[in-house]
């Protein structure tokens, strides 16, 4: 059985993955949320592991995010299927193409 190729073997590294970008146009959004809806749903509380406590989050709808979004956990991003959790001192940015980056702290306070 022939191992998976490597597409940092043939294209030059990760995250460079051959192929057209996609072209959203003006105006494309997620259409989960209504237009013009406001990201930060509001706070609940949850636990963290970091603290080792329960603690207030912030609570965000993913499909409201906009590319250029900045988030700072501790933070909950919300969608139908799934919940992305950006820690304490961690954040996340929503790049051109609608995909939630995460930034993990690195350190003693990570």
């Given at each position: 059985m022939r191992p998976p190729a490597n597409l940092a073997d043939k294209h030059g590294g990760p995250g460079e993955i051959p192929g057209p970008t996609p072209q959203m146009g003006d105006g494309y959004q997620l259409d989960q949320s209504a237009p013009g809806g406001e990201a930060l749903k509001g706070?609940?509380?949850?636990?963290d592991p970091s603290a080792g406590s329960i603690i207030e989050?912030?609570?965000?709808?993913?499909?409201a995010l906009k590319p250029g979004d900045r988030l700072t956990?501790?933070?909950l991003v919300?969608?139908?299927e799934s919940t992305c959790v950006i820690g304490a001192g961690d954040s996340a940015l929503v790049?051109?193409?609608y995909n939630l980056i995460a930034e993990?702290?690195?350190?003693?306070?990570?």
């Open positions: 706070t609940r509380t949850a636990f989050w912030d609570v965000y709808d993913r499909y956990g501790p933070a919300e969608e139908t790049d051109d193409r993990i702290a690195e350190g003693e306070d990570a």
